[in-house]
C-alpha cells in the first residue's frame, strides 16, 4: 500500500525565513503533484512535477523531486504572510490521477 | 470557462439518509475523481470516472456509489449516511490521453461541505 507521509505537520515561522517541507512515499512513482488549501476553500495546483530530478520554482517556491529517494521538497524562500495555508504532497498511482495525498502541513507565517 | 462546478456547496444530513452530489467538470475534461477530505486529514481517493464507468476505486464501501453521465458530468451518492461521513467532497477533473495516460493536470471544483447529525 502507498504511503505518503509529510513533515512537519504544522509550521510556524516568522517572514523572511526560509523553510522545507519534505515529502516521502514508499512506492515507486514518477508524478508528483504539490497543492495549496486555504481554510475552507480547494485546492490550488503549484506544481507538477514528472520525472527525477525535476525541480519547478514559482515566486518563493521551489519544488523538486528525488525519485529514487522517493522524496519530495518544498522550499520556501523569505516567506511571506501570504504563504500562510495547509500544503499538501500528492502522488499519483498508475499515471492515472488516482492520488494519494499526505496529512498536509499547515504553515503559518507571522509578522 | 467555468472550470469545475460542484453542487451543492453545503449540506446537511441525518444519519441512515442518502444523499447525492453532483459535479460538472471543466470544459474538455472527460475523467472525474471524488475525493472525501476530513476535517484537518488529506484528500482520500473515492473513486474515478471514465467513460461512463467506474475506473479505479480507492478503500470506500459500497455505500458510496456514483454515475457518470454523457457529457462527462459525474454524481456520487452515499446511502445510509453515518457520523462519519461529514466531510469535504471534492471533484476533481482531467483529461485522458489517447494512451490511457492521464498527461495533464486535474482541476478541482469547490468542494461539498456534507455535515451528517
Known amino acids: 500500500e502507498l504511503k505518503v507521509e509529510q513533515n512537519p505537520l504544522f509550521l510556524s515561522m516568522q517572514e523572511g525565513k526560509n523553510y522545507t517541507i519534505y515529502c516521502n512515499y514508499s512506492t515507486t512513482s514518477d508524478r508528483l503533484y504539490w497543492y495549496r488549501q486555504d481554510p475552507g476553500k480547494s485546492l490550488e495546483s503549484l506544481f507538477v512535477l514528472l520525472s527525477n530530478g525535476a525541480v519547478k520554482q514559482e515566486g518563493r517556491l521551489m519544488a523538486s523531486l528525488d525519485t529514487k529517494a522517493r522524496l519530495s521538497t518544498l522550499h520556501i524562500t523569505a516567506a511571506v504572510h501570504d504563504l500562510s495555508a495547509t500544503y499538501f504532497c500528492?502522488?499519483?498511482?498508475?499515471?492515472?490521477?488516482?492520488?494519494?495525498w499526505g496529512a498536509g502541513t499547515k504553515l503559518i507565517i507571522k509578522p | 470557462d467555468a472550470g469545475v462546478t460542484q453542487s451543492p456547496t453545503h449540506l446537511i444530513k441525518t444519519r441512515g439518509q442518502q444523499v447525492t452530489l453532483r459535479c460538472s467538470p471543466k470544459?474538455?475534461?472527460?475523467?472525474v475523481s471524488w475525493y472525501q477530505q476530513a476535517l484537518g486529514q488529506g484528500p482520500q481517493f473515492i473513486f474515478q470516472y471514465y467513460e461512463e464507468e467506474e475506473r479505479q476505486r480507492g478503500n470506500f464501501p459500497d455505500r458510496f456509489s456514483g454515475h457518470q453521465f454523457p457529457n462527462y458530468s459525474s454524481e456520487l451518492n452515499v446511502n445510509a449516511l453515518l457520523l462519519g461521513d461529514s466531510a469535504l467532497y471534492l471533484c476533481?477533473?482531467?483529461?485522458?490521453?489517447?494512451?490511457?495516460?492521464?498527461?495533464?493536470?486535474?482541476?478541482f471544483g469547490q468542494g461539498t461541505r456534507l455535515t451528517v447529525v
Open positions: 476533481a477533473s482531467s483529461q485522458e490521453s489517447g494512451t490511457g495516460v492521464c498527461d495533464t493536470e486535474a482541476f
Open positions: 500528492a502522488v499519483d498511482i498508475d499515471s492515472n490521477y488516482q492520488l494519494i
Open positions: 470544459s474538455g475534461h472527460d475523467t
